[in-house]
């Protein structure tokens, strides 16, 4: 089947630095990405779409200047976490269309600032 | 708006038990439905889905029919394993490409031996 991978699938930073995370459709194109944010024991939050070729667009609440998406090809999407702080640790997924009502997730980043 | 409503976690059960997660759904249209799997530190698995009313998802020993009179799509187990402790989350989607999933806010399971 299907294979969205991310990259790093850990990451510690201190606080001020910026941490590029990047998600692959390994075997698919995908001209639309999604990117979600998962606190501990909770559900999925979407953040943002990245669209190929254009810029992403947002959901409500979330910092566009913060989180810099960049999907620079078919099967490339990065979020950029720009200064980031304790706040920002969480885990993040990015997750790629499939067709038939289907979408396949990344493993996860999850991303530590100390 | 749509969205996803699942049964409070944690359930804890004992292995070979039978699971039932309840999942009911409110959505404009008529959505597919989805059951993912989540296993710890690891991102979202397909587990299931049914497209249309009365449609049987299976996969794994898993199994949940789409209900329209009842807007549910519970999931369901005979026999659990200490391999299947996870978060389940159940997901619905209106769109026919993929996009604007709404997830319900997971339900934890823990299996014991």
């Known amino acids: 089947g299907a294979v969205v991978s991310q990259h790093p699938s850990r990451v510690i930073c201190k606080s001020g630095t910026s941490v590029k995370i990047e998600c692959r459709s390994l075997?698919?194109?995908?001209?639309?990405m999604f990117w979600y944010r998962q606190f501990p024991k909770q559900s999925l939050m979407l953040m943002a779409t990245?669209?190929?070729?254009?810029?992403?667009?947002?959901e409500q609440g979330v910092e566009k200047d913060k989180f810099l998406i960049n999907h620079a090809s078919l099967t490339l999407s990065t979020l950029t976490v720009t200064s980031a702080h304790p706040e920002d640790s969480s885990f993040y997924i990015c997750?790629?269309?499939?067709?038939?009502?289907?979408?396949?997730f990344g493993p996860g980043t999850r991303l530590l600032v100390l | 708006g749509d969205s996803v409503t699942q049964m409070e976690g944690p359930v804890t059960l004992s292995e070979e038990a039978f699971l039932t997660i309840n999942c009911t759904y409110t959505?404009?249209?008529?959505?597919?439905l989805f059951w993912y799997v989540q296993y710890p530190g690891e991102g979202l698995q397909l587990l299931l889905k049914?497209?249309?009313?009365?449609d049987k998802g299976s996969n794994k020993g898993f199994e949940a029919t789409y209900r329209k009179e009842t807007t549910s799509f519970h999931l369901e187990k005979g026999s659990v394993q200490v391999s299947d402790s996870a978060v389940y989350f159940c997901?619905?989607?209106?769109?026919?490409?993929?996009?604007?999933?709404?997830f319900g806010p997971g339900t934890r399971l823990s299996v014991l031996p």
């Open positions: 997750s790629a269309p499939g067709g038939q009502e289907t979408q396949y």
């Open positions: 075997d698919f194109q995908a001209t639309t």
């Open positions: 990245s669209n190929e070729g254009s810029k992403a667009t947002y």
């Open positions: 959505a404009t249209g008529y959505p597919s």
């Open positions: 049914a497209t249309k009313a009365d």
């Open positions: 997901a619905l989607t209106l769109d026919n490409y993929g996009q604007n999933f709404v």
